[in-house]
Protein backbone atom coordinates (compact mmCIF):
# COMPACT_ATOMS: atom_id res chain seq x y z
CA UNK A 1 0.00 0.00 0.00
CA UNK A 2 1.17 3.14 -0.92
CA UNK A 3 1.68 6.21 1.50
CA UNK A 4 -0.92 8.25 0.47
CA UNK A 5 -3.46 5.57 0.47
CA UNK A 6 -2.23 4.86 3.39
CA UNK A 7 -2.97 7.79 5.44
CA UNK A 8 -6.04 8.13 3.28
CA UNK A 9 -7.28 5.16 5.18
CA UNK A 10 -5.92 6.45 8.85
CA UNK A 11 -7.61 9.46 8.03
CA UNK A 12 -11.21 7.79 7.26
CA UNK A 13 -10.57 5.54 10.00
CA UNK A 14 -10.34 8.12 12.14
CA UNK A 15 -13.02 10.61 11.02
CA UNK A 16 -15.63 7.94 11.41
CA UNK A 17 -14.71 7.02 14.93
CA UNK A 18 -15.14 10.84 15.82
CA UNK A 19 -19.33 10.44 16.02
CA UNK A 20 -19.06 7.49 18.26
CA UNK A 21 -16.21 9.48 21.00
CA UNK A 22 -18.68 12.77 20.90
CA UNK A 23 -22.17 9.73 21.62
CA UNK A 24 -20.29 8.47 24.03
CA UNK A 25 -18.91 11.32 26.08
CA UNK A 26 -22.70 12.98 25.73
CA UNK A 27 -23.97 9.87 27.33
CA UNK A 28 -21.59 9.98 29.69
CA UNK A 29 -22.03 13.52 30.73
CA UNK A 30 -26.16 13.21 30.72
CA UNK A 31 -25.95 10.19 33.30
CA UNK A 32 -23.68 11.86 35.68
CA UNK A 33 -25.52 14.60 35.89
CA UNK A 34 -28.51 12.53 36.55
CA UNK A 35 -26.83 10.53 39.28
CA UNK A 36 -25.15 13.57 41.53
CA UNK A 37 -27.12 13.86 44.68
CA UNK A 38 -29.13 16.94 44.95
CA UNK A 39 -32.79 18.39 43.30
CA UNK A 40 -31.50 20.76 41.01
CA UNK A 41 -34.89 22.67 42.54
CA UNK A 42 -33.44 23.69 45.98
CA UNK A 43 -29.87 24.62 44.92
CA UNK A 44 -31.22 27.21 42.11
CA UNK A 45 -34.43 28.08 44.18
CA UNK A 46 -33.25 27.16 47.56
CA UNK A 47 -34.74 24.86 50.44
CA UNK A 48 -37.34 27.47 51.26
CA UNK A 49 -39.08 28.32 47.84
CA UNK A 50 -42.72 27.32 47.23
CA UNK A 51 -42.81 23.32 46.33
CA UNK A 52 -45.36 24.59 43.29
CA UNK A 53 -41.99 27.00 42.06
CA UNK A 54 -39.64 23.71 42.80
CA UNK A 55 -42.58 21.50 40.60
CA UNK A 56 -42.58 24.41 37.70
CA UNK A 57 -38.77 24.24 37.37
CA UNK A 58 -38.56 20.87 37.89
CA UNK A 59 -40.70 20.59 34.70
CA UNK A 60 -39.15 22.72 32.86
CA UNK A 61 -35.97 21.22 33.21
CA UNK A 62 -37.94 18.03 32.41
CA UNK A 63 -36.79 15.83 34.96
CA UNK A 64 -40.68 14.94 35.50
CA UNK A 65 -40.44 12.67 32.24
CA UNK A 66 -38.84 8.93 32.79
CA UNK A 67 -34.98 8.80 31.83
CA UNK A 68 -35.16 7.43 28.52
CA UNK A 69 -37.35 10.06 27.25
CA UNK A 70 -34.73 12.32 29.07
CA UNK A 71 -32.07 11.11 26.98
CA UNK A 72 -33.77 11.29 23.85
CA UNK A 73 -34.75 15.26 24.12
CA UNK A 74 -31.37 15.52 25.18
CA UNK A 75 -30.05 13.76 22.11
CA UNK A 76 -32.65 15.68 19.82
CA UNK A 77 -31.87 18.99 21.38
CA UNK A 78 -27.87 18.12 20.56
CA UNK A 79 -28.40 17.17 16.96
CA UNK A 80 -30.04 20.69 16.32
CA UNK A 81 -27.21 22.25 18.05
CA UNK A 82 -29.96 23.28 20.71
CA UNK A 83 -27.77 23.68 23.92
CA UNK A 84 -30.67 25.14 25.89
CA UNK A 85 -30.89 28.21 27.95
CA UNK A 86 -29.17 28.61 31.57
CA UNK A 87 -31.06 28.76 34.70
CA UNK A 88 -28.62 30.93 36.31
CA UNK A 89 -27.67 33.44 34.06
CA UNK A 90 -30.25 35.52 33.33
CA UNK A 91 -31.92 33.75 30.99
CA UNK A 92 -29.38 33.45 28.18
CA UNK A 93 -28.94 31.33 26.00
CA UNK A 94 -26.14 28.15 26.84
CA UNK A 95 -24.17 29.39 23.76
CA UNK A 96 -24.33 32.91 24.70
CA UNK A 97 -22.16 31.97 27.84
CA UNK A 98 -19.99 29.79 25.79
CA UNK A 99 -19.32 32.75 23.64
CA UNK A 100 -19.39 35.26 26.72
CA UNK A 101 -16.79 33.00 28.87
CA UNK A 102 -14.60 30.91 26.55
CA UNK A 103 -12.17 33.76 25.24
CA UNK A 104 -11.06 34.28 28.78
CA UNK A 105 -10.01 30.35 29.15
CA UNK A 106 -8.58 30.44 25.41
CA UNK A 107 -6.31 33.12 26.36
CA UNK A 108 -5.73 31.77 29.47
CA UNK A 109 -5.02 28.37 27.98
CA UNK A 110 -2.26 29.83 24.60
CA UNK A 111 -0.24 32.00 27.07
CA UNK A 112 0.06 29.10 29.94
CA UNK A 113 1.03 26.54 27.00
CA UNK A 114 3.98 28.73 25.41
CA UNK A 115 5.05 29.31 28.76
CA UNK A 116 4.93 25.42 29.39
CA UNK A 117 6.86 24.95 26.22
CA UNK A 118 9.50 27.36 26.43
CA UNK A 119 10.50 26.58 30.26
CA UNK A 120 10.03 22.65 29.63
CA UNK A 121 11.74 22.12 26.06
CA UNK A 122 14.16 23.94 27.15
CA UNK A 123 15.12 22.80 30.31
CA UNK A 124 14.72 19.17 28.30
CA UNK A 125 17.21 20.27 25.84
CA UNK A 126 19.82 21.41 28.37
CA UNK A 127 19.27 18.35 31.05
CA UNK A 128 19.88 15.77 27.82
CA UNK A 129 22.37 17.78 26.31
CA UNK A 130 24.46 17.55 29.21
CA UNK A 131 23.89 13.80 30.63
CA UNK A 132 25.45 12.60 34.00
CA UNK A 133 26.02 16.31 35.00
CA UNK A 134 24.63 19.09 37.02
CA UNK A 135 22.43 20.12 34.53
CA UNK A 136 20.79 16.91 33.94
CA UNK A 137 20.44 16.38 37.74
CA UNK A 138 18.96 19.94 37.82
CA UNK A 139 16.90 19.21 35.00
CA UNK A 140 15.28 15.90 36.73
CA UNK A 141 15.04 17.87 39.94
CA UNK A 142 12.79 21.00 38.00
CA UNK A 143 10.47 18.04 36.26
CA UNK A 144 9.72 16.22 39.34
CA UNK A 145 8.91 18.89 41.53
CA UNK A 146 7.28 20.32 38.96
CA UNK A 147 5.09 17.97 38.21
CA UNK A 148 4.02 17.01 41.53
CA UNK A 149 3.30 19.97 43.17
CA UNK A 150 -0.32 20.76 43.54
CA UNK A 151 -1.55 23.76 41.73
CA UNK A 152 -4.20 24.91 43.67
CA UNK A 153 -1.28 25.41 46.55
CA UNK A 154 1.05 26.65 44.75
CA UNK A 155 -1.53 29.26 43.05
CA UNK A 156 -2.88 30.24 46.67
CA UNK A 157 1.31 31.26 47.70
CA UNK A 158 2.28 32.88 44.95
CA UNK A 159 -1.07 35.18 45.16
CA UNK A 160 -0.72 35.56 49.02
CA UNK A 161 2.99 36.41 47.97
CA UNK A 162 3.11 38.84 44.60
CA UNK A 163 -0.59 40.09 45.14
CA UNK A 164 -1.16 40.39 48.57
CA UNK A 165 1.87 40.85 50.34
CA UNK A 166 3.66 42.49 47.28
CA UNK A 167 0.75 43.72 45.21
CA UNK A 168 2.66 43.30 42.03
CA UNK A 169 -0.38 41.66 39.87
CA UNK A 170 -4.19 41.69 40.30
CA UNK A 171 -6.65 39.14 41.00
CA UNK A 172 -9.96 37.99 39.83
CA UNK A 173 -10.59 39.68 36.66
CA UNK A 174 -9.33 39.98 33.46
CA UNK A 175 -8.76 44.09 33.28
CA UNK A 176 -9.52 46.64 35.58
CA UNK A 177 -13.12 46.88 36.54
CA UNK A 178 -13.45 50.73 35.95
CA UNK A 179 -11.17 50.60 32.89
CA UNK A 180 -12.60 50.77 29.11
CA UNK A 181 -11.28 46.87 27.80
CA UNK A 182 -10.16 46.84 24.31
CA UNK A 183 -12.57 46.53 21.53
CA UNK A 184 -14.50 43.19 21.17
CA UNK A 185 -12.88 42.12 18.13
CA UNK A 186 -12.13 38.27 18.63
CA UNK A 187 -13.24 38.65 22.44
CA UNK A 188 -8.74 37.93 23.44
CA UNK A 189 -8.28 41.17 25.25
CA UNK A 190 -4.11 41.05 24.51
CA UNK A 191 -4.96 40.30 20.28
CA UNK A 192 -7.94 42.81 20.36
CA UNK A 193 -5.61 45.39 21.82
CA UNK A 194 -2.78 44.53 19.19
CA UNK A 195 -4.93 44.64 16.27
CA UNK A 196 -6.45 48.11 17.06
CA UNK A 197 -2.76 48.84 18.13
CA UNK A 198 -3.31 49.86 21.42
CA UNK A 199 0.12 49.26 23.45
CA UNK A 200 -1.29 50.62 27.17
CA UNK A 201 -4.08 48.15 26.75
CA UNK A 202 -1.90 45.40 25.79
CA UNK A 203 0.71 45.90 28.76
CA UNK A 204 -2.43 45.76 31.10
CA UNK A 205 -3.96 42.83 29.46
CA UNK A 206 -0.88 40.85 29.90
CA UNK A 207 -0.07 42.08 33.85
CA UNK A 208 -3.21 40.52 34.23
CA UNK A 209 -2.52 37.62 32.63
CA UNK A 210 1.13 37.11 34.22
CA UNK A 211 0.32 35.21 37.49
CA UNK A 212 -2.18 32.48 36.61
CA UNK A 213 -0.32 32.03 33.48
CA UNK A 214 3.28 31.65 34.70
CA UNK A 215 1.97 29.38 37.18
CA UNK A 216 0.11 26.93 35.08
CA UNK A 217 2.93 27.29 32.36
CA UNK A 218 5.72 26.26 35.07
CA UNK A 219 3.90 23.72 36.99
CA UNK A 220 2.65 22.29 33.36
CA UNK A 221 6.31 22.58 31.89
CA UNK A 222 7.41 19.36 34.06
CA UNK A 223 5.28 17.10 32.05
CA UNK A 224 7.47 18.39 28.96
CA UNK A 225 10.85 18.44 30.12
CA UNK A 226 10.70 15.11 31.50
CA UNK A 227 9.60 13.37 28.15
CA UNK A 228 11.44 15.68 26.23
CA UNK A 229 14.99 14.94 28.36
CA UNK A 230 13.68 10.66 28.29
CA UNK A 231 12.96 10.85 24.27
CA UNK A 232 16.03 12.88 23.60
CA UNK A 233 18.18 11.08 25.32
CA UNK A 234 17.26 7.75 23.78
CA UNK A 235 17.69 9.35 19.98
CA UNK A 236 20.88 10.78 20.73
CA UNK A 237 22.24 7.27 21.55
CA UNK A 238 20.83 5.97 18.59
CA UNK A 239 22.78 4.88 15.50
CA UNK A 240 22.19 7.19 13.38
CA UNK A 241 22.96 10.17 15.49
CA UNK A 242 26.33 8.24 15.88
CA UNK A 243 27.05 7.45 12.47
CA UNK A 244 26.52 11.55 11.82
CA UNK A 245 29.18 12.74 14.97
CA UNK A 246 31.43 9.79 12.38
CA UNK A 247 31.15 11.76 9.72
CA UNK A 248 31.77 14.76 11.29
CA UNK A 249 28.52 16.91 11.90
CA UNK A 250 28.33 19.32 14.32
CA UNK A 251 27.16 18.52 17.56
CA UNK A 252 24.41 21.29 17.21
CA UNK A 253 23.39 20.02 13.68
CA UNK A 254 23.12 16.87 15.48
CA UNK A 255 20.95 17.46 18.09
CA UNK A 256 18.24 20.29 16.22
CA UNK A 257 18.38 18.45 12.78
CA UNK A 258 18.46 14.81 13.39
CA UNK A 259 17.72 14.14 17.38
CA UNK A 260 15.32 16.92 18.50
CA UNK A 261 12.44 15.90 14.91
CA UNK A 262 12.55 12.19 16.37
CA UNK A 263 12.35 12.97 19.20
CA UNK A 264 9.04 15.61 19.04
CA UNK A 265 6.32 12.61 18.38
CA UNK A 266 5.55 12.06 22.09
CA UNK A 267 5.82 15.44 23.00
CA UNK A 268 3.39 16.06 20.01
CA UNK A 269 0.86 13.81 21.42
CA UNK A 270 0.93 15.70 25.21
CA UNK A 271 1.22 19.25 23.72
CA UNK A 272 -2.40 18.37 21.76
CA UNK A 273 -4.15 16.80 24.66
CA UNK A 274 -2.93 18.85 27.32
CA UNK A 275 -4.01 22.12 25.30
CA UNK A 276 -7.35 20.71 24.91
CA UNK A 277 -7.46 20.00 28.51
CA UNK A 278 -6.93 23.54 28.73
CA UNK A 279 -9.40 24.63 26.03
CA UNK A 280 -11.65 22.51 27.71
CA UNK A 281 -11.28 24.32 31.22
CA UNK A 282 -8.67 24.50 33.57
CA UNK A 283 -11.16 24.47 36.37
CA UNK A 284 -8.68 24.50 38.88
CA UNK A 285 -6.41 27.00 37.58
CA UNK A 286 -9.59 29.15 36.67
CA UNK A 287 -11.30 28.63 40.37
CA UNK A 288 -8.20 29.30 42.32
CA UNK A 289 -7.10 32.68 40.68
CA UNK A 290 -10.72 33.38 40.01
CA UNK A 291 -10.56 33.99 36.69
CA UNK A 292 -13.87 34.54 34.75
CA UNK A 293 -13.31 32.08 32.26
CA UNK A 294 -15.48 29.08 31.01
CA UNK A 295 -13.90 26.57 33.45
CA UNK A 296 -15.01 28.92 36.22
CA UNK A 297 -18.37 29.31 34.85
CA UNK A 298 -18.87 25.61 34.82
CA UNK A 299 -17.62 25.36 38.47
CA UNK A 300 -20.57 27.56 39.16
CA UNK A 301 -23.34 25.84 37.33
CA UNK A 302 -21.97 22.27 38.69
CA UNK A 303 -22.55 24.22 42.63
CA UNK A 304 -26.29 25.24 41.41
CA UNK A 305 -27.09 22.23 39.57
CA UNK A 306 -27.65 24.44 36.26
CA UNK A 307 -28.12 21.02 34.50
CA UNK A 308 -28.46 23.00 31.00
CA UNK A 309 -25.02 24.81 31.39
CA UNK A 310 -23.37 22.32 32.69
CA UNK A 311 -24.33 20.06 29.74
CA UNK A 312 -23.69 22.75 26.82
CA UNK A 313 -20.24 23.33 28.48
CA UNK A 314 -19.32 20.02 28.55
CA UNK A 315 -20.33 18.76 25.42
CA UNK A 316 -18.79 21.67 23.88
CA UNK A 317 -15.47 20.55 25.87
CA UNK A 318 -15.99 17.05 24.70
CA UNK A 319 -16.01 18.03 20.72
CA UNK A 320 -12.68 20.17 21.53
CA UNK A 321 -11.28 17.42 23.11
CA UNK A 322 -12.27 15.10 19.91
CA UNK A 323 -11.01 17.24 17.49
CA UNK A 324 -7.75 17.48 18.92
CA UNK A 325 -7.32 13.99 19.42
CA UNK A 326 -8.10 13.68 15.71
CA UNK A 327 -5.43 16.31 15.01
CA UNK A 328 -2.81 14.93 16.94
CA UNK A 329 -3.55 11.72 14.99
CA UNK A 330 -3.19 12.38 11.62
CA UNK A 331 -0.06 14.91 12.99
CA UNK A 332 1.46 12.15 14.23
CA UNK A 333 0.44 9.91 11.27
CA UNK A 334 2.21 12.46 8.82
CA UNK A 335 5.22 12.79 10.93
CA UNK A 336 5.67 8.89 11.45
CA UNK A 337 5.14 6.68 8.45
CA UNK A 338 5.18 3.75 11.06
CA UNK A 339 1.91 4.61 12.77
CA UNK A 340 -0.51 5.15 9.45
CA UNK A 341 0.14 1.49 8.36
Not at 135 to 157: A, C, E, K, N, Q
Not at 309 to 335: E, H, K, P
Request: hydrophobic share 50%; charged share 10%.
Amino acid sequence: MSRSKALQYYIIARLLLAPLMLWTITTVVFLLLRATPGDPADAILGTRAPEAAKAALREQLGLTAPLPIQYVHYLGDLFQFNLGTSLTSRGLFVWDVIKEYFPATVELACFSMAVALIVGVGVGIISASFPRTGWDVGGRLFGIITYSLPLFWVGMILQLIFSVQLNWFPLGTRFPVNAVTPPTLTGLYTIDSILTGNVGMLLTALHYLALPCVTLGILLSGIFERIVRVNLKQTLQADYVEAARARGIPEKTILFSHAFKNALIPVITVLGLTFAALLGGAVLTEVTFSWPGLGNRLYEAISLRDYPTVQGIMVFFGVIVTIASICIDLINAYIDPRIRY
